[in-house]
């Protein structure tokens, strides 16, 4: 190999390596407030439903910093009791491909923020929101919605399951397990 | 009441079906509850309705059984909140109503107590005495003794803090109130208390043998069954274990969690109490039910309490005093060596101590205990108990946890396996006087329904492919099968119908803790779901499908 070739690949993973552990310095403390709107459903009468976009959702989704801190505040702040390490409990599975409000990471964002009906409690008085878009991000990474190299690897505890960056996409693994 | 008698020994004179023509048994009719959760009731036969509540949303149905195929007579919907839904531990099971003086009473599961006009349906009283938000539920069926109905709450891994109500039949007003963690005079230990064991006594336990405070979020839930012996005036319930799971988080005895209380069904007064699993390290609740027998042990006459218990002991108990009698384990334990009859003392295993950060494997029984609430039976006719049990194990690693009110408070990552021999499930007759089994069934999955028995010395349970089985009831032989639309964990039930024939009952639906998996689609990839359950139940979505029917069985 060329050796301007290997700087310039050298330089293209030094700069990879960069974006993935982006972050502000300096987080939002904000407590879980932003209100964008995200429907609940795929059905708009006679139209085309816009799709929420947040930018929020994009600096925080793929990002190995976020997603490290997602999954300690995922046990942190009990989630783990009611979803396990994924796979469910009290509350629905989250590994799997079956989302019930939603798998965007706007979705996933007003889950935690506002609760859903049927048990899933309401942490907007309790996490930052920065916070909540970190535990969007690390719940995507369940189901394998999250790049490989920046999904978290080896666990600390009794491996529940194999670590996120070997999950593959739930959604098309083709059938549920 | 679900449990037959207030001694709840779950055997009816009813002989008309036998262990000659059981094997003709044919459905009579079946009923759709409309809910596909697990169906852990006892279907309630007075007179000539039956009687079935539904786990969340908990609804309310009489059959007429004097009309060919049992019409609905009526039914009741309390609506529960939903959000219920979310801080009950294993499944939104509920165990059934209880029956006195024209009234129906069962509990829902975001904490109401529901008196209903029995011939009608129409409410009469609604108490609302538990609160989701601290993560609150009612599972149990209450149990009514002299015009109070008894009531516990669930919520052991939410850190809720247990507690048994004696609500008035009449009016529904609570007429006192018994917590099972905090200072004596909200346990109701007074003068009268007069435990057997030199470890319970003392001045306000319940506060002292826990870290400061702890014992306000520490559990102790009393969501099994309760007993009531006329004679002594005394009922006896157990409470369940301490919370959080992580015993590190709470050094200390953590009275009066995993343990049994007598108290005065009139006052709630405490008789006196005994500790099953002291600073319990393993999830055992104490909450299992306890049969109540007069019968000659070693050359005496004694009042005693038999108890199938979670921590894999057959206990006999003084139920006057509470002395241990005979501690004798009924399948594979190590995480305990024993019990020593002097102190009362379960004897720890020092190589199956929890903790933080620490990963211990290979644990008999698991959380779910060598056998979790399913209701053994007894027949006076054979002196053996009939026991419904798990034979599993686990591995479990105590990890730091923090406790925000109304989300769970346990602090350990759990996952079980099949226990020895790889059946993960028995069901086994307990010779009482022997000490010993006398035969025991091997099921690949845990029996997680109630067993029922009979004087024709048959005994039916049924298992969580949906098998419900009759069996002999004294060599355990296979006398008769019918497969049910989904895994059976309910308590079945006999009655005399109002044609003068016997009738078997049973629900089927799959669910509970152990069903989890089906009932909560669970994903079988993570070893710790359902608190760890899930991993040793990876196959049940291939032998079952989630359901709710009512079957009713009878000679053609």
Request: net charge negative.
């Amino acid at each position: 190999m060329k050796p301007a070739v290997a700087m310039l690949l050298l330089a293209g993973l030094a700069l990879a390596a960069c974006q993935r552990e982006e972050r502000d310095t300096r987080p939002q403390s904000a407590l879980g407030s932003g209100e964008q709107p995200t429907p609940v459903t795929a059905l708009e009468p006679g139209g085309q439903r816009p799709s929420p976009t947040d930018n929020k959702a994009a600096s925080f989704e793929a990002n190995a910093f976020h997603l490290s801190e997602g999954k300690r505040l995922f046990g942190w702040f009990n989630c783990s009791g009611c979803h396990a390490n994924g796979g469910g409990g009290m509350g629905p599975a989250l590994m799997d491909e079956k989302w019930i409000y939603g798998s965007s990471m706007e979705s996933i964002h007003a889950t935690i923020r506002d609760g859903r009906p049927n048990g899933m409690p309401s942490f907007r008085d309790k996490i930052p929101d920065d916070q909540i878009w970190e535990l969007a991000a690390f719940v995507r990474s369940l189901s394998g919605n999250a790049p490989s190299s920046a999904a978290p690897s080896r666990n600390d505890d009794m491996m529940a399951h194999p670590s996120e960056n070997r999950m593959p996409d739930a959604a098309t693994l083709g059938k549920s397990p | 009441m679900p449990a037959k008698n207030y001694a709840s020994t779950r055997y009816s004179e009813l002989a008309e079906i036998n262990e000659g023509n059981v094997k003709n048994l044919q459905v009579a009719f079946t009923f759709s509850t409309g809910v596909n959760k697990g169906q852990e009731a006892a279907p309630l036969v007075v007179g000539t309705t039956m009687y079935i509540v539904t786990p969340f949303p908990n609804i309310v149905y009489a059959l007429d059984l004097s009309k060919p195929g049992a019409p609905m007579k009526w039914k009741y919907e309390p609506n529960p909140e939903p959000a219920a839904q979310g801080v009950a531990c294993c499944d939104v099971v509920n165990r059934g109503a209880a029956f006195a003086d024209g009234r129906l009473f069962f509990n829902t599961l975001d904490g109401h107590t529901i008196a209903l006009d029995a011939n009608s349906g129409q409410p009469i009283w609604n108490a609302h005495i538990g609160n989701i938000n601290i993560g609150e539920t009612i599972t149990m069926a209450p149990l009514v003794v002299k015009g109070k109905v008894l009531v516990g709450n669930s919520g052991g891994e939410m850190g809720v803090r247990g507690w048994v109500k004696a609500l008035d039949a009449g009016d529904g007003h609570v007429v006192w109130t018994a917590y099972n963690t905090g200072p004596d005079k909200d346990v109701l230990i007074g003068p009268d208390f007069k435990p057997h064991y030199d470890m319970d006594k003392g001045k306000d336990l319940g506060v002292t043998t826990w870290p400061p405070e702890a014992w306000k979020i520490g559990g102790g839930n009393m969501w099994g069954w309760i007993s009531y012996d006329p004679d002594l005036n005394l009922i006896f319930h157990g409470t369940g274990n301490p919370g959080p799971w992580n015993p590190d988080l709470r050094p200390g005895d953590n009275k009066w969690t995993s343990g049994i209380f007598a108290r005065d069904p009139d006052t709630g007064a405490a008789k006196w109490f005994y500790q099953w699993s002291p600073h319990d390290l393993h999830d055992y609740d104490g909450i299992n039910e306890q049969v109540l027998l007069d019968l000659n042990w070693q050359g005496k006459p004694r009042k005693v309490l038999v108890r199938p218990e979670r921590n894999g002991y057959l206990y006999l108990l003084d139920r006057t005093t509470g002395e241990v009698l005979s501690a004798k384990p009924y399948g594979p334990v190590n995480s305990s060596k024993g019990v020593d009859l002097k102190t009362g003392r379960l004897i720890e295993n020092p190589d199956k101590l929890t903790g933080t950060g620490k990963v211990v494997r290979d644990i008999c029984p698991t959380a779910s205990g060598l056998k979790d609430w399913q209701p053994s039976a007894f027949s006076p006719k054979t002196g053996l108990l009939y026991i419904p049990h798990n034979n599993l194990c686990m591995d479990e690693e105590g990890v730091e946890v923090n406790y925000i009110a109304g989300t769970p408070y346990v602090g350990m990552n759990v996952r079980m396996i099949p226990g020895p021999g790889g059946n993960r499930g028995a069901f086994t007759a307990w010779d009482i006087a022997g000490e010993k089994p006398a035969w025991s069934l091997k099921e690949n999955f845990p029996v997680w329904s109630g067993a029922v028995a009979t004087a024709g010395d048959v005994v039916f349970y049924g298992t969580m492919e949906g098998w419900f089985k009759a069996v002999s009831a004294k060599t355990g032989e296979l006398l008769w099968q019918f497969k049910t639309s989904s895994g059976i964990i309910g308590q079945p039930i006999t009655y005399r119908g109002p044609d003068g024939h016997q009738y078997v009952a049973v629900l089927s639906g799959v669910g509970g803790w152990a069903g989890a998996i089906v009932s909560g689609d669970l994903d079988p990839r993570d070893a710790t779901a359902a608190l760890g359950f899930v991993n040793a139940m990876k196959d049940l979505k291939n032998a079952t499908t989630a359901g709710g029917t009512l079957y009713v069985f009878r000679l053609p």
